[in-house]
Every structure is written in C-alpha cells, then in structure tokens.
C-alpha cells in the first residue's frame, strides 16, 4: 500500500469515526438502539457507498428502520415515522427491500440530493 493510501484510509477511519458517533448520538438522544454503524466495513469507499445486504440484515426491525433513516436521509425516524413502518414490517404490508426502496424513492431522500451506491 503507498503512503497516500495509507493517509487516505487513515482520514476515512476517522471520518467514519465522527459520523458513527454522530449517529449514535443521534439515535440516542431519540431513545433509539444505536445502529450497527461501528464497523468500517459496512462502509467501504464513502459514508453513502453502504453494503445493501448489510442494512437488510440487521436483525431487530427498530434497528433496521433506524439505520435506513440515518444513513440515508441523515436523520433519526420520529416516532410515527418508527411506529408506521415497524407496523409495514410486522403486518407483512411491506418487506425490507421494499421500505429500504421507499425511502430512496422519497421526495425526502430526493431533495438531500444524496447518492447512494450499493455494493
């Protein structure tokens, strides 16, 4: 590895630091379980270039709902954002893959002018 990889992998691990404390902080402060953002795997070349399978397989629906919001939108569900979806999930309404579309399909995730690519 040269040493411009090396720096560049050193200022990821360190912004990716920053942002899971953020995120923490944030689903924390809303009474959330913090999502599973610890790990620079599940993050591989920027904060929006995030494993599709990774955010499917958090196991707890909460969980789930919460990491979609923030590491899609950059904000924590409200409570009936939370409620409605956790009700999708569990009433068999809607799957996974289909809230995870709905967000990214959002006037929401639109106007953040975000760009998610998934590995």
């Known amino acids: 590895m040269t040493e411009s990889m090396g720096t560049a992998g050193q200022q990821f691990d360190e912004v990716y630091a920053r942002l899971a404390a953020l995120v923490t902080e944030q689903a924390t402060a809303r009474k959330l379980r913090p999502p599973p ?15 599709r399978a990774a955010l499917l397989a958090i196991e707890d629906d909460r969980s789930f709902i919460a990491s979609c919001y923030l590491v899609l939108l950059d904000v924590a569900p409200n409570t009936k954002q939370l409620n409605h979806r956790l009700r999708w999930l569990r009433e068999g309404t809607r799957t996974r893959e289909e809230l995870l579309d709905q967000i990214l399909g959002s006037k929401t995730f639109a106007n953040s002018r975000r760009r998610v690519h998934f590995t």
Do not use: G, I, N
């Open 37 to 51: 953002l610890r790990d620079p795997s599940v993050a591989h070349l920027s904060v929006v270039d995030v494993p």
